[in-house]
């Protein structure tokens, strides 16, 4: 059974940093394309990145280009979301995706499996 369970989430103000984990059971986190996903409040769900198995190259979203990092432990079958210098903009509920069919862009399609979701909040 493909599973993704999210943590990391919290409150942290303006310049902040967070990192999200994600931790992978029911398949191999580096042998597929992942992605993460976020839903601000009123807002439409969108992509932030993709992380390519075919290239493992990682595409982002301009919004967070520079920002954000992913990284992978595959001891642990787990990614990593490092998210730094963090606006109120940033603000929603981050989700990661996998497996993957495929990154077009940094947005992944086809995920088998969505984590739980994690609320970030950034503020003052």
């Known amino acids: 059974q493909l599973r993704l369970v999210e943590s990391g989430g919290g409150l942290v103000q303006p310049g902040g940093s967070l990192r999200l984990s994600c931790a992978a059971s029911g398949f191999t986190l580096d042998h597929y394309a992942i992605g993460w996903f976020r839903q601000a409040p009123g807002k439409e769900r969108e992509g932030v990145l993709c992380?390519?198995?075919?290239?493992?190259?990682?595409y982002y979203a301009d919004s967070v280009k520079g920002r954000f990092t992913i990284s992978r432990d595959n001891a642990k079958n787990t990614v990593y979301l490092q998210m730094n210098s963090l606006n109120p903009g940033d603000t929603a509920v981050y989700r990661c995706?996998?497996?993957?069919?495929?990154?077009?862009?940094?947005?992944?399609?086809?995920?088998?499996?969505w984590g739980q979701g994690a609320q970030v909040t950034v503020s003052s």
């Open positions: 992380i390519s198995s075919s290239d493992n190259r990682t």
């Open positions: 995706a996998g497996p993957c069919r495929y990154c077009s862009g940094y947005v992944c399609y086809g995920g088998g499996s």
